[in-house]
């Protein structure tokens, strides 16, 4: 199917590894031009040059830290005054620390809400007005299943990402019909994320060892095994794209079949 975002000009935060990195592929396999971000130059660069080989637009990286404002308007900026325009945000950061409630302090939770909750507000107040200028913007919030389906040990991102799900549903009726916004809550990919997650839980000795934390993470999803991270860039390229013009306010599972809640 051809996504006809061809020289569409797309922003793809925290997108130098993981599910953003996918996302930021299947864009630019798809021949939009693609700006990525990470904190970490080198490895930045190294993910650009990646994408890169496989795609179709143009590939820019530029270094933020999403909890710095200013960062952050630079990040649009430089969409804009390399691509002429912005068609295309997707929001996403990395994930907060893995503990329980008892052993998280006021910090981590205000470094959570920043990182998770007000990266998105900034991305989405600095990009609007470019999105409103075009033919028809749209906007794919990635936030977690932790949203839907609360994930023992994960007291910040079960409890912080659900505002990104009521800003998303807010936006897609403030913004409608110039911008569409929805949002994805994937489940577990075979990304350095989950690599870390099951890590940390055998060094915390719920398991003997890494096969046994895998598996525990997959016995419970029908589909067998853990997502791949292409199938999900290539969901939200979807989103993002004029196919998916009726889909708007939406927050979309991906996980196999994981969650068990009926909504």
Do not use: C
Request: net charge negative.
């Amino acid at each position: 199917m051809d996504l006809e975002i061809d020289g569409n000009a797309a922003l793809v935060a925290a997108s130098s590894s993981g599910l953003g990195k996918a996302t930021a592929t299947a864009l630019a396999r798809e021949g939009a031009n693609v700006v990525v971000n990470g904190r970490d130059e080198e490895q930045l660069e190294a993910a650009a040059e990646d994408i890169r080989a496989v795609a179709e637009g143009e590939v820019v990286a530029q270094p933020a830290d999403l909890t710095v404002a200013e960062d952050v308007s630079a990040l649009v900026q430089r969409t804009v005054d390399e691509f002429g325009g912005l068609d295309h945000l997707v929001t996403n950061a990395g994930g907060p620390p893995s503990k329980p409630f008892k052993e998280t302090t006021d910090e981590e939770w205000y470094d959570a809400y920043d990182l998770l909750v007000m990266s998105v507000v900034r991305l989405v107040r600095e990009s609007v007005d470019h999105l409103e200028a075009g033919d028809g913007g749209s906007i794919v919030h990635s936030t977690s299943h932790s949203v839907k389906e609360a994930i023992d040990g994960l007291v910040l991102s079960n409890s912080v990402r659900m505002s990104v799900i009521g800003l998303e549903k807010t936006l897609s009726r403030e913004l409608a019909p110039d911008v569409r916004v929805n949002a994805v809550m994937p489940g577990a990919h075979k990304t350095d994320r989950m690599e870390y997650l099951i890590q940390n839980a055998v060094d915390q000795g719920e398991f003997e060892d890494y096969d046994e934390g895998y598996e525990s993470w997959t016995d419970e999803i029908p589909t067998g095994d853990l997502g791949s991270p292409e199938e999900f860039g290539n969901t939200i390229a979807f989103l993002l794209s004029e196919r998916a013009s009726f889909i708007n306010g939406e927050a979309v599972m991906i996980d196999g079949g994981d969650a068990r809640s009926n909504l």
